[in-house]
């Protein structure tokens, strides 16, 4: 039972934080200290898909610091999440000494992952709206959900910058521009934690650091990263988010860098993030990762000695159930390996969370509430418009849209009616499956894991219509539906049904890509890599037997990364990248499709030709490979299929006008580039200007363009908007030959378009100053400003 003295510093609501910490922290334990930087599987807590106290009694003892997912490993629908949630936090309230509650943490890649929570399309298709302030509006759906729930920390966003798409995490990032990616990494942030922290959700964002630059593009592999690229790009969003968005809480990767695993590496962990940066937060780890410093990495003996040094590093939890932080850590302190100080500091950092999301003060949530916040239909309009501008029209040679009286259409492939195959890696009928399968396999991820065989799991696509449906309740029978193959199987049986549906149509759709999980099933996700970008299974065969026919043919693709061969994107007549759109893509895909919306996504990540040209990215330096003596490659082409940045729509925008507002700015100000640009078309329309700059000659070697700002901006058929970018001297800096963040004098080019490789000059200013002067502050973004032109008054007679 909780015994707590009266007067307890800890226990008054109006005292300081640190002194609540303080105190608590003085009354504990090393058992009930030890505790606090473990966790628990919430399934351990239940027996026959029921809370059970008995079990509670058992693991949660001395308490615990965090409980994982009770929404996203059960079977449990959203009112008996919440419930399950409160039966947890009483025992903790009122059984244990100290009466800690705990921090319940969720995944939260496409939404909060849970039965009956919104799903929302995966990371990669949300960058492609190029829209931050969406993001935020996603997250902060999200956070309602979960704190509807009884959830506290998210394990989101993915801020690896990734340069490689056979990495089958590409779908969970924001894509290869570290400005792009930290602009909807600290959106996220912001939405997810709210502007209160007892209202909101911790953020962590992951996986520090390089996991996307995994050799060969394989889970779990080494990142080769020199100093100066790793600070510059993949530092840089993890930088932003915690000095601009107060990000709360940082996952270590499960890969090494320069042969040190991230779970044990103090530079970066403590040095980098804490020192450095100001951090104030948690490092939690990655699932299982504190035992692969042994197991995988064999950088440690044992679990003892995995312990002490992902400690001494700077991770504070362990996830997802405690294992090396148990009798390995405390066998560590025995030892001297760790000291209790280092144990007080990462426990400090647990319960510093635990005081500022008011959890000791309302540890319980409204079960009645829960039902009118879950998936409710203002989140789900942010899904929709969230999946409409993530949609990116790559190719289109004048058949989309499809036209009212286009007759009958062909509706093709495996992914044209499937509801399952929308959703991303971190969705929960995805992980349904991931459980599903460490209990047939009876471990997961090279660990025990036991999940309970009375467990059920069931796949969680109700309510979500396929393209068929949507395409169906919009043009009836003239959709006329074959199968054609699936995903990954060889099989060629439907090939005949499809061939005779397209040739008997007007036009052809054929819905093709991955499917997306963490299971041997799918083809894209965690641990999902893949040595080829074309098509998996047998469905590049099904596109050259459907184009055969002389049917015009519109190729969507879901997919979690750039797919598809040369066959596909020279031959058909469209191609429509989807990403992977969730519960509402299916209806998106179809109103592109059909003009009821305007295409007006943007790729956040170069499109490959194949694998023989990666790593391909816009960012590349002067000698990277692109300008030498013959320039291509002897069979292929070196530029990308499409560039980052690229995507059609079917209102034409122009680039009108162009100016600087100076020719020389002072270091440590800031210079003004206006730009009007104009809709040509007959149909109003959105379109994304996007800013980068270069710097032709520096005392290092600096990339051919960076990106540096960019805009959303819409206008009706004829009509101009004028979009104005202040672009801080603080932005333009870089790490110099001794590995200062400085700004150096000089000229910088400013360039302006719609794509990476269709961009006009709008000019050249020089930074002028003394090369003395103290360091100028960095700078992670300037100010953007968007207003429509009136249009112009008619000259009098």
């Not at 499917?515 to 299974?537: K, N």
């Not at 469905?539 to 990364?561: K, S, Y």
Request: some cysteine; hydrophobic content about 40%.
């Amino acid at each position: 039972m909780t015994t707590v003295e009266s007067g307890a510093i800890y226990t008054d609501r109006a005292a300081p934080v640190e002194e609540r910490v303080a105190d608590l922290l003085a009354r504990m334990t090393r058992e009930e200290k030890l505790a606090q930087l473990g966790s628990v599987w919430a399934f351990s807590l239940m027996d026959g898909g029921r809370y059970s106290e008995e079990r509670a009694q058992t693991v949660l003892r001395h308490g615990l610091g965090h409980v994982t997912r009770v929404a996203g490993a059960t079977n449990l629908k959203a009112v008996q999440v919440a419930r399950a949630a409160n039966a947890i936090q009483r025992f903790l309230v009122t059984r244990t000494r100290l009466g800690i509650p705990a921090i319940v943490h969720e995944e939260v890649c496409s939404g909060l992952m849970a039965r009956e929570a919104t799903i929302f399309p995966q990371a990669i298709g949300v960058a492609s709206t190029w829209e931050p302030e969406l993001n935020r509006r996603l997250a902060d759906a999200v956070r309602a959900q979960m704190r509807a729930m009884g959830s506290h920390q998210g394990l989101s966003p993915v801020l690896d910058v990734v340069r490689d798409p056979r990495w089958g995490r590409t779908e969970e990032t924001y894509g290869e521009d570290p400005y792009l990616v930290a602009r909807m990494g600290v959106a996220f942030v912001r939405g997810l934690q709210g502007d209160c922290p007892a209202e909101g959700v911790i953020a962590t964002a992951k996986h520090f650091v390089g996991y996307g630059a995994s050799e060969g593009g394989l889970n779990w592999a080494p990142a080769h990263l020199p100093p100066r690229l790793l600070r510059e790009v993949y530092l840089y969003p993890f930088e932003a988010a915690v000095r601009e968005a107060g990000l709360q809480s940082v996952m270590a990767g499960y890969h090494e860098l320069d042969g040190i695993p991230c779970h044990a590496n103090r530079e970066l962990l403590t040095e980098v993030l804490r020192g450095e940066w100001g951090f104030t937060g948690t490092v939690v780890s990655d699932y299982f990762a504190v035992d692969d410093l042994h197991s995988y990495h064999r950088f440690a003996e044992d679990k003892r000695q995995a312990a002490a040094a992902a400690l001494t590093a700077g991770t504070d939890v362990e996830l997802p159930a405690t294992d090396a932080y148990a009798d390995a850590l405390a066998r560590a302190l025995d030892a001297g390996e760790v000291g209790e100080g280092e144990v007080d500091e990462a426990v400090a950092r647990v319960l510093r969370h635990k005081f500022e999301l008011g959890l000791f003060e309302n540890p319980y949530v409204d079960e009645t509430a829960v039902a009118v916040t879950v998936n409710a239909e203002r989140h789900r309009e942010v899904a929709l418009e969230t999946a409409r501008r993530s949609l990116v029209l790559l190719k289109n040679e004048g058949i989309l849209p499809l036209r009212p009286a286009a007759g009958t259409v062909a509706l093709i492939g495996p992914n044209a009616d499937s509801a399952r195959h929308l959703l991303g890696d971190y969705s929960f009928a995805a992980h349904v499956e991931s459980l599903l399968e460490a209990r047939e396999r009876k471990g997961l991820l090279g660990q025990t894991m036991t999940v309970p065989d009375d467990l059920e799991m069931e796949e969680s696509t109700d309510g979500v219509p396929t393209v068929r449906d949507e395409l169906t309740a919009r043009l009836g029978d003239r959709v006329r539906y074959a199968h054609g193959c699936d995903v990954i199987d060889a099989s060629r049986d439907g090939f005949g049904e499809a061939v005779a549906a397209a040739a008997a149509a007007d036009v052809a759709v054929l819905v093709l890509g991955d499917r997306s999980g963490l299971t041997t099933r799918a083809t894209t996700g965690e641990s999902r890599d893949r040595s080829s970008l074309e098509l998996p299974g047998v469905q590049e065969d099904l596109v050259r037997a459907v184009v055969a026919t002389g049917t015009p043919v519109v190729a969507v693709l879901v997919a979690g990364r750039p797919v598809g061969g040369d066959f596909l994107h020279e031959e058909c007549a469209a191609v429509l990248m989807a990403w992977l759109p969730g519960q509402t893509g299916a209806r998106a895909i179809a109103e592109v499709l059909l003009g009821e919306v305007n295409p007006s996504g943007k790729l956040p990540i170069s499109y490959p030709r194949s694998v023989g040209q990666i790593p391909v990215f816009y960012g590349h330096k002067v000698s990277g490979g692109r300008s030498h003596w013959h320039g291509d490659y002897v069979d292929s082409p070196v530029s990308p299929r499409y560039p980052f940045g690229h995507g059609l729509g079917y209102a034409p925008f122009v680039v009108e006008n162009v100016t600087l507002d100076r020719a020389e700015v002072a270091a440590g100000d800031s210079v003004t580039v206006e730009v009007t640009v104009a809709n040509t078309g007959d149909r109003a329309g959105e379109e994304v200007v996007q800013l980068y700059i270069r710097d032709p000659q520096a005392s290092v070697t600096r990339p051919v363009l960076e990106l540096k700002s960019f805009a959303r901006v819409s206008a009706g058929p004829g009509r101009r908007t004028a979009v104005r970018f202040r672009l801080p001297t603080g932005q333009l800096g870089f790490y110099n030959r001794n590995m200062d963040y400085a700004l150096e004098t000089g000229h910088i080019e400013v360039h302006v378009g719609f794509s990476s490789d269709a961009l006009t000059l709008a000019g050249t200013f020089a930074i002028t100053g003394d090369a003395g002067r103290p360091e100028v502050r960095k700078a992670y973004t300037g100010t953007v400003s968007v207003v429509e032109v009136p249009p112009a008054t008619a000259r009098p007679r």
